[in-house]
Each structure stands twice: as structure tokens, then as C-alpha cells.
């Protein structure tokens, strides 16, 4: 064993860097395999602190100068992971994680799909945060494809030119954003609009209302600007950053999100320490793979979004 100690400390926050307790905090060294013993694993107390100790890796040297060592952190629906090195010069090192949060679907329903009799933890392979990097993998993908959210989704900087919009009467120039349903707007949304020298974020400097400065359609995704005066003529003189996405997760999205996941760990190559090797079902594997697949592709192609372009004549509000 290497004389000098090697600990790891840091926090664990969420995403509005909030500390989180109770996360459970694990290692992997990548050079040899080894996971901490499950007695040396961490659980950040109630200022998201932790700290792990190297020496508590099983093998007869833990580690070595220049070991590859995975840091995971789990709590219930969301996940950390992060790599560093070992430098046994320095014997200490901090290294804070960012949580993030898993919203279609969760790593116990991954695991009934598949008929796991063991499920996912920090010790398996894969490993639970493995498996929470597939699912938030998944939810890009089923929000790529259909582009449409599940979650609360950021838009940054999209820009429109109000300047080919017409004026209309108690409605004001209408600009169609790339999605619907979007959040009522807050701080950190903005709504900038050219003024000829620089950008000016209406959602501060002005005021939101039907009769007022500006006004939403926020379940259609269409802004409106309630100015009948000469503009600048600049191309992309609007930038609007906003929030988008449903506040629940509809049943087919859930399924798509679980199908996905589990094809992954099937088409993997550590599948064995988790599931039968027999594939004494009906389905063989690459049987349950292609049903799968199906499946996703049906979901995902009902679920896409179609943005119809809308004359500006037909604006009628």
C-alpha cells in the first residue's frame, strides 16, 4: 500500500447550487477495476460535504501515482460523475460535483424492463450512475428527435427579426419561437431587443401585459411586441432566451425513455453480471433490441413537433 494517505473531499450541489445531503459517494479506480469497499462509501451530511479514502480500494496496493479514479455520486433521480488523477504528492485533493437531474424515467424501471433480480448500484456493471448517464443520454435524444421537451429546457440567444413582421392593431408583431409551451418568463429569461446602438432586455427594462409593451402566447410559443414605431431594419434584432418543456412525462415518453436505455445495456458488453445468460425468455436479446427499437421509433415519430409558418395576414388575435 502507498505510504502517503489519499482522501477525496469536496460538495455535492444541485443544480441551483443548493448543497445536497445524503447523496451516496463512490470510486472507481479505472486502472484496475476496483470499486471502493461498500463500508467506505460516503453520504454527504447536511452541507453536501464528503470525503472518500483511496486506501479502502480491496487489492493489496489500492492505488498507485497516476491511477485514473472515477468519482460517482447517486441520489434518487439524479446523478454525479467526474474523473481525476491520483497525485500522491499532494495526498488530498477537493473536487466539488454538480448533480444533475433525471426526469423520463429512472434506473429501477430500467432495471424491471430488463428483469433484473439485482437492479442498479454503485457497485454493479454498469454501474447506477452508468445507468442515470444512459437515461439523461435518452432524454437528449427524445428531445432531439421530437423537438419538444419533458422537462424544463433553456433556449439561449434565439433570434428572430421583427422587422419582417407587419403591425396589427391590439395584437402587436408577432414572433413565432422554435418552441411551445413555454415557461412564464424570469429571471434568467430575457427578451433583448435591438434599440440601434445595443441590445435591451424588454423582459426588465419594459412591461409585459396584452396593452403593454409586450405580451405572450406562452402555450403556442409566440411573443408578441406591441411597437408601431419605425425599427432599425436590422436582420436578427430580437434574441429571446427562455424556458420550455411539459410539467409532466407523458406514459409513451416514459417507455420510449426505458426501451432506449435498456438497449443500450444489452447491446454492451458487461450485461452478464446483471442478467441471465441463459435468455430463457421468448425474445433472445437481439430479438428485444429490434422489438424495442420499434417501439422508440413510433413513439418518438408521434410525438414530433410540426411548426407551421403562419402568413402574416392570418395573425389574428
Known sequence: MPSTPYTISGVIKNSSSTAVAGVAVQAKNLNTGEYLKNTALAITNSGGEYTIDLANFPAATP?????LIRIIAYKPEQFAATNTVVDT???TLEKDLTLTDLTYTKPTEVAGL????????L?????????????????DYIDFRTGHAWRSTT??????????TDYFFGTGRAIFLKH???????????????????????????TEGRTKDFWFDYDQGIVFINQMAALVGRTNDIRVTYRFGETTVSSDINMAA?????????????????????????????QKIEAWDRIVERVLASRREIR??????MVNY
Request: aromatic share 8%; glycine share 6%.
Open 63 to 67: 492505488y498507485n501515482n497516476g491511477d
Open 114 to 121: 430488463l428483469g433484473s433480480s439485482i437492479g442498479f448500484t
Open 258 to 286: 426505458r426501451m432506449w436505455v435498456a438497449k443500450q445495456v444489452l447491446m454492451g458488453d458487461d450485461r452478464s453480471v446483471l442478467l441471465p445468460s441463459g435468455e430463457s425468455s421468448n425474445l433472445s436479446y437481439a
Open 308 to 313: 407551421v409558418a403562419v402568413a402574416k395576414h
Open 89 to 91: 504528492s499532494v495526498g
Open 123 to 139: 457497485t454493479t456493471t454498469p454501474n447506477v450512475v452508468d445507468i442515470c448517464q444512459l437515461i439523461y443520454n435518452a432524454e
Open 180 to 206: 411551445r409551451a413555454v415557461k412564464t418568463f424570469a429571471s434568467p429569461d430575457k427578451l433583448e431587443v435591438f434599440d440601434g446602438s445595443s441590445y435591451v432586455n424588454w423582459r426588465t427594462d419594459k
Open 155 to 164: 433556449i439561449t440567444d434565439e433570434e428572430h427579426t421583427l422587422a419582417t
